[in-house]
Structure formats: structure tokens, C-alpha cells
């Protein structure tokens, strides 16, 4: 048993963990994967390779077998709700035409971002490889359980987290997610009624160039992002 912080996180905050509550585990070993959600009011589901370019034999054990026992192990043991960590990426083939192609590659002056359709839950996943299509099988998944098991199984498109805590460029920030945003969306997605079974939010900060729709996870929720990339690049 030991911590092991995601590259994502912040490198230089400390990070403590009980022994007790710290489990370092494959999640392609259904056994362990059962252990670990014994108890259990509510599982955050966050792991995952998320390497745009992981290889298939990564993928498969970590994002293809892995959320699969984590939401059986979760049925089996009778846990409330599992929250699934999916990605924006599932979204990302919109990207290749206008206006979100623009955004995507800074030309900023050809788009009325106030008049353009926001990218919703209800629209249909285009990922662009085998990574974002992990995330799209985990999502049917929560769909499955929730149907079918009557559990509760929300999914979250989180957008752009880094160690940084900073986005990188005002194109990147189209899509930034800051941490303490996303720790309100986890957190409001634990807390919401137990009536909510299945649903799609996206997951991103309040960024003038988002092309994703926030008033979903705003409406449902209560999700009001703190943050926005323009602050964080002094252009607000």
C-alpha cells in the first residue's frame, strides 16, 4: 500500500492518505477490484490510462476490463452509485469542423462563440482514437448498470486538468478544467439526488472559448465553475 500521485496532480502539495484507506490495485483483477469496493457508499471511478496515444494492450486491462469490474464488483456488493470518469476527448472528432475546428486552432476572429451550438450530452460520441473509444465503451457501461441494475452511474467529460493547475495557451484553454472545478464537479455528482441514475456532464471551467455545453451539470447539478482561462492568462 502507497500513494501514488497522478501526473495530473500538483507535484509539490503533499499528499496524505491513511494506510487504511490507500489501495494499490490492478483493476483487471476482479477479486482485488471486489475488496476494495466493500463497504462503500459511492466509488469514484478515475482510473485509467489516459494517454491519447496508449496502446490497445494498455487500454484493455486498465479501460476496457477495468471499469467493467469496478461496476460489477459495485453491483455484486451493493453500492449506491460508482461516478465514471470519462473525457471531453469522446467528443473530440467535432473538432474537425467549424466553428470548433476554429477554436481548436485559434482563429478566434472567424467565430461568434455567443451564437455557435454548444456540443451537448445528447449528442453522439466522435472520438478520434482508440483512448476516447475506451471512454465511450465505459459510458455504454454506466448506461448497462443503470438500466439494467437500477444503480446510479453518472458520467463526467472531464476537460483539460494538468499539474500546472494552468492552462497553457488560450487555445488549450477552450477546454482547461481547473482542479478545484473539477473536485466541485466530483463532489456535486457524490451529492446529487439519489434519483439521478444515468446522465452525461461535461466537465469544464467557466473558459470564454468552450464549445461544450456546462448548463447541464449546472441545471442537475449544481456544478458553478470558479475558474476560467482567461483569468489564469491575465486576458479577462
Known amino acids: 500500500r502507497r500513494p501514488q500521485r497522478s501526473e495530473r496532480a500538483p ?6 492518505v491513511p494506510e487504511e484507506k490507500f489501495i494499490l490495485a490492478d483493476l483487471s ?6 475488496q476494495a469496493v466493500e463497504g ?27 471499469p467493467r469490474n469496478v461496476l460489477e464488483a459495485a453491483h455484486r456488493k451493493g453500492v449506491e452509485r460508482v461516478v465514471f470518469a470519462s473525457s471531453i476527448m469522446v467528443s473530440w472528432g467535432y473538432q474537425r469542423e467549424d466553428p470548433y475546428k476554429a477554436i481548436a486552432e485559434g482563429r478566434f476572429d472567424e467565430v461568434e462563440i455567443d451564437e455557435i451550438e454548444m456540443v451537448t450530452h445528447e449528442w453522439a460520441p466522435r472520438p478520434t482514437g482508440l483512448y476516447p473509444a475506451s471512454k ?8 448497462y448498470y443503470a438500466d439494467v441494475h437500477h444503480m446510479s452511474v453518472p458520467c463526467l467529460r472531464i476537460g483539460w486538468v494538468n499539474a500546472e493547475d494552468h492552462p497553457r495557451d488560450e ?26 441514475r444515468f446522465d452525461i456532464f461535461y466537465g469544464v471551467s467557466n473558459n470564454r472559448w468552450s464549445w461544450v455545453d456546462i448548463d447541464h451539470p449546472r441545471e442537475v447539478l449544481g456544478y458553478i465553475p470558479a475558474d476560467s482561462a482567461e483569468e489564469k492568462l491575465g486576458l479577462a
Not at 459511492?42 to 477495468?66: K, M
Open 171 to 196: 487555445r488549450g484553454g477552450a477546454i482547461w478544467c481547473s482542479v478545484r472545478d473539477v473536485v466541485q464537479l466530483v463532489e456535486c455528482t457524490i451529492e446529487a439526488p439519489e434519483d439521478l
Open 29 to 34: 483483477n476482479y477479486s482485488v477490484v471486489e
Open 136 to 143: 465511450v465503451w465505459g459510458e455504454a457501461l454506466a448506461r
Open 40 to 66: 462503500m457508499d459511492v466509488v469514484v471511478q478515475l482510473a485509467a490510462d489516459p494517454r491519447p496515444d496508449a496502446s490497445w494492450e494498455s487500454l484493455l486491462g486498465s479501460n476496457i476490463v477495468g
Open 11 to 16: 507535484q509539490d502539495e503533499q499528499m496524505v
